[in-house]
């Protein structure tokens, strides 16, 4: 049997991401489907709007059978981090044949010829050239990819979809796996759109859901746990900084002058921002610090695959990866007692529940069990 893998934040699960495991189901032929999916803070530097176990069963009431934890340390990176940490969680599985992620136009060849320009020599000193004149890291790579490739490749990575794609390629290629790409066009609202009929974007349920407008039961964001992210970039010096990951570049003196003049979360990014560091950056920079976490908290590699949720064929997918996976499997909370990372992940979530609008408590990483559907 076939089984795709799916690297999602679902934050939160819609029609979109059921329509994706549809059309996986359909594009690849019925298989079964392990989701990758961030824990309880995403790529952009904030908070998921609900906590990664109502987001695992919703998930697998959406379609997905198997659920895996991305922690943090990998789902608040640069994309290419994002995929190194997702994809050798996939691989690490021994049974996924597949990977399927959307994509804003261009096939699987396309994006495989852009992830080989982007691993080879040529590219790294276009790159650098262009760096070195202190021009934004997105445009410096759009830059020498048309340099190596022609303007329509380049104009691939303009979608942030078809960019994670290239990424998981690459990742791919680095553990030089089997498992194969396949692209599912993005239907409905763009990334970071807005409304739609039948597809809206992530980005506008969540809004809908923190100013009230889509009730919703205890939702999170930054907003509501401000306070304690400021409090622990005032307790920062530059040296913390400087250890936080791509705080090259002078960023790191920049967020701390900016942490010591800031009043909100939002003004310490105003005050950190130039056109020469990306929004998101500066975003999980700053989320970053204030969980703790530095770069050298992140591992070369995923030293676990932790289950966050499944159905009666995830668990029989379960049981077929006992044969199969290279890392230890985690089922129940008490298998990460004392494991570095999973420890970190316990702190962190500990830290998101002060960020939701009805405070919760401590202790929910040793106590919450993984969702288990029929």
Same mark, same amino acid.
């Given at each position: ?296 908290? $992140? ?5 676990? &695959?932790? #289950? /966050?949720?499944?159905? *009666?064929? %995830? @668990?029989? !997918?379960?049981? $077929? ?5 290279? &890392?230890? #499997? /985690?089922?129940?909370? *008490?298998? %990460? @007692?004392? !494991? ?35």
């Amino acid at each position: 049997m076939n089984v795709a893998g799916i690297v999602a934040e679902y934050n939160p699960f819609h029609a979109g991401h059921a329509f994706h495991i549809r059309e996986t189901r359909r594009t690849v032929g019925e298989c079964a489907v392990v989701a990758v999916m961030s824990g309880n803070f995403v790529q952009r530097g904030e908070c998921a709007v609900f906590d990664k176990w109502t987001r695992t069963r919703a998930a697998l009431e959406g379609g997905a059978d198997l659920v895996l934890e991305l922690p943090t340390v990998w789902a608040v990176s640069s994309a290419e981090h994002f995929a190194r940490g997702a994809v050798g969680i996939l691989a690490a599985t021994g049974v996924v044949t597949h990977l399927s992620f959307g994509g804003e136009g261009g096939g699987a060849e396309q994006l495989q010829r852009l992830a080989a320009c982007l691993d080879s020599p040529g590219y790294q000193a276009a790159l650098r050239k262009r760096l070195d004149a202190g021009r934004p890291f997105a445009a410096c790579r759009a830059g020498a990819v048309e340099e190596l490739l022609g303007p329509e490749p380049a104009g691939l990575l303009s979608g942030p979809n078809n960019n994670l794609g290239v990424e998981y390629i690459r990742a791919l290629n680095a553990l030089d796996s089997s498992i194969r790409p396949v692209v599912i066009p993005r239907t409905g609202a763009g990334h970071d759109g807005g409304n739609h009929p039948q597809y809206p974007s992530a980005s506008f349920v969540r809004e809908q859901i923190l100013n009230g407008t889509l009730p919703a039961a205890n939702p999170a964001g930054l907003r509501w746990g401000a306070r304690w992210v400021l409090s622990a970039l005032r307790s920062m010096d530059e040296g913390d900084f400087a250890a936080l990951p791509d705080c090259g570049e002078g960023l790191s003196h920049r967020l701390y002058r900016a942490a010591r003049r800031g009043r909100t979360v939002e003004e310490v990014y105003a005050l950190a921002k130039t056109k020469r560091y990306a929004h998101a950056r500066i975003r999980r920079a700053v989320l970053w610090g204030a969980l703790g976490l530095r770069e050298k908290d $992140r591992p070369a590699a995923p030293p676990y &695959l932790r #289950v /966050l949720g499944a159905n *009666a064929r %995830g @668990r029989e !997918l379960l049981r $077929r990866m006992k044969t199969t996976v290279a &890392l230890p #499997v /985690l089922t129940k909370p *008490a298998h %990460g @007692r004392g !494991l570095p990372l999973l420890e970190r992940e316990a702190r962190c979530t500990d830290l998101y529940a002060l960020c939701q609008k009805a405070p919760g408590p401590c202790g929910l990483e040793w106590t919450t069990s993984p969702v288990m559907l029929r």
